[in-house]
């Protein structure tokens, strides 16, 4: 059993790409089993490597080296080659049996040789496969500490020449390239393994110079030397860790690292994971270059983000708050931030008072960080001060006149016990704003919405009659008085469908086939079911070329 059926398939590559992978099937080749693992190659626009993970953490999983598998998505060619599999099911414990046969006889075979046969076969493949050699070479040079060796090749693996067409790596040859500079990679991982960690750390660092500089010409679009950095970055901290370089020279050179005075930005360095390293020592020069290089440019991202990194890090609350108070948002952000940060100190006093600040120091309320509002609200309503939340939302919705502020204000007034009076100022101040339409000024929606949204139809009608309102707003309105008022539901319904006669579209058809629905329960309540049936033989006429909407019509027996 290969544990998967048609259906996992098109549940991970979707309609589409489940339907075109039907048509790959005969371009499946070289299918291998292994446990837990199937690969072969599909030959496409041209021949992509696809695997199916058949027992990975989330069940089936599948990659593909296409441009849509690089991706990340379940791609035709692994369509194709799942349904291969599920034609050859019967097959497949004898071809996994065969895979590890197979493995096992290589095995034997090698372990049978001797040490010359070994060297000879070593020796051969080094001479017909000029990569393979390339990479023996660079072991053996680290092995043997050949600094200037492993430097020559590690500048020739990162260099992007051979593979540039007018100064750029395009992407059918970026893959080959990002290969490459991984072997530059393992050549530092190897210097600190055998020992020359020291000389591990200076090449890791030259190699993100270079990479950098590659990276500005490498189109990278699947992310493969971005993961080349994070990997040349990992294989620097293990080489600092192994040679222990100097704290404040390492401080240094990560703060330089941080702020990109070195062009290294596509290497992701973290100053805090190398806190095992800096020790007490290079933590205090790391916090001091941070903070003489954000004074130095207070509004600059780098200098900022730095600096809260390493301020966070020490507990120290006070420079952290100093570097957000530096560079307010105008919306009361910053403020919030800072009250988070206070709070998390157990400095709920300060943290209040920032976040009032916040509110005092916004230019237009209505531009205020929502967020801020609602810590305040809530840190009121925790202390008692029921009126002070009120009174916020009030000012708030003054401020904003939406349909959310309302319902924040409802929610404030009905703790406190003095919804009914709010509520009325609220809506008086909804119906200026109404009345103040015709200038251009607001318009009524936000007061249709607010009075359905306490439940108030019949004012809400008469607000739509008397201030106008949207189509939705009116298809609500009618829905919600159809039982009691049908003749004035029907009207809607009528008018709301007029104009989606002369549309085209299966959504428009949808919506159609649900207004004649509503219209039909409408006559049913009125007593005159005849009239009905009446407009929906002529709709039918005028609409029957619309093949899609007359199945509908069908389907739903009109």
């Known amino acids: 059993m290969c544990g998967f059926a048609e259906a996992d398939l098109e549940a991970l590559a979707g309609a589409r790409s489940f339907e075109r992978g039907l048509g790959y099937l005969d371009a499946v080749s070289g299918v291998e089993v292994g446990d837990g693992w199937i690969t072969a190659s599909v030959r496409g626009t041209e021949r992509y490597e696809a695997e199916l993970t058949l027992e990975g953490p989330d069940g089936l999983s599948g990659e593909c080296d296409c441009p849509f598998g690089l991706e990340g998505n379940f791609c035709k060619h692994l369509v194709a080659l799942g349904l291969t599999v599920l034609q050859q099911e019967e097959s497949l414990p004898r071809q996994r049996q065969a895979g590890r046969d197979r493995v096992q006889d290589l095995d034997t075979w090698l372990s049978a ?6 060297l000879a076969l070593v020796r051969e493949l080094s001479g017909e496969d000029r990569q393979w050699r390339r990479r023996l070479e660079l072991r053996a040079a680290s092995e043997r500490g050949d600094l200037a060796s492993v430097r020559a ?3 020739e693996l990162l260099d992007i020449g051979p593979f540039a067409q007018y100064g750029y790596v395009d992407y059918s040859d ?8 991984g072997q530059a990679v393992s050549a530092i991982g190897g210097l600190t393994s055998s020992g020359r960690a020291d000389q591990a750390v200076a090449l890791a660092r030259e190699a993100m110079r270079l990479l950098a500089e590659a990276a500005e010409s490498v189109d990278d679009s699947d992310g493969r030397l971005g993961q080349v950095a994070t990997d040349l970055a ?30 290294a930005g596509l290497t992701d360095i973290d100053p805090l994971d190398y806190e095992d390293v800096l020790g007490e020592e290079g933590m205090a020069v790391l916090r001091k270059l941070s903070v003489e290089a954000w004074r130095g440019n207070r509004r600059g991202w780098a200098e900022k983000y730095l600096l809260k990194r390493v301020t966070k890090a020490a507990g120290d609350v006070d420079a952290l708050i100093a570097v957000h108070a530096a560079d307010l948002a105008p919306n009361g952000n910053t403020h919030l931030v800072i009250a988070r940060e206070l709070d998390a100190a157990r400095r709920s006093g300060e943290a209040l008072n920032w976040a009032e600040r916040g509110i005092q120091d916004v230019r237009e309320l209505s ?10 609200c809530e840190r009121y309503a925790q202390a008692g001060r029921l009126a002070d939340a009120v009174a916020l939302r009030r000012d708030h919705f003054g401020a904003c006149r939406t349909l959310f502020a309302y319902q924040q204000l409802r929610s404030a007034a009905r703790a406190a016990d003095r919804w009914p009076a709010e509520r009325e100022s609220a809506l008086a101040l909804l119906r200026t704003d109404a009345e103040a339409e015709q200038e251009g000024r607001y318009g009524n929606r936000t007061l249709v919405d607010a009075l359905l949204d306490d439940g108030d139809v019949d004012a809400a009608w008469q607000a739509a009659t008397e201030g106008g309102a949207d189509d939705l707003q009116w298809l609500v309105l009618a829905d919600r008085v159809r039982a009691g008022r049908p003749s004035d539901a029907l009207g809607v319904y009528l008018r709301l469908i007029e104009p989606l006669t002369g549309q085209t579209g ?7 086939v649900s207004l004649l629905l509503s219209i039909r329960d409408c006559h049913r309540r009125l007593g ?11 709709l039918r006429t005028s609409q029957k070329r619309k093949r899609n909407l007359m199945r509908l019509l069908d389907e739903h027996r009109l």
């Open 234 to 263: 990992a294989a620097h901290l293990d080489a600092c860790r192994a040679a222990r370089p100097d704290p404040e020279e390492l401080a240094r050179w990560l703060t330089g690292h941080a702020l990109g005075d070195f062009d």
């Open 367 to 376: 531009d205020v960080d929502t967020a801020l509002v609602d810590y305040l």
């Open 153 to 155: 090749r590690i500048r």
């Open 113 to 118: 040789l001797s040490r010359d046969e070994l």
């Open 528 to 538: 005159t079911p005849e009239e009905f049936t009446a407009y929906a033989a002529g």
């Open 174 to 181: 970026a893959h080959t390239y990002a290969d490459q500079a």
């Open 506 to 512: 299966n959504a428009v058809y949808e919506q159609v």
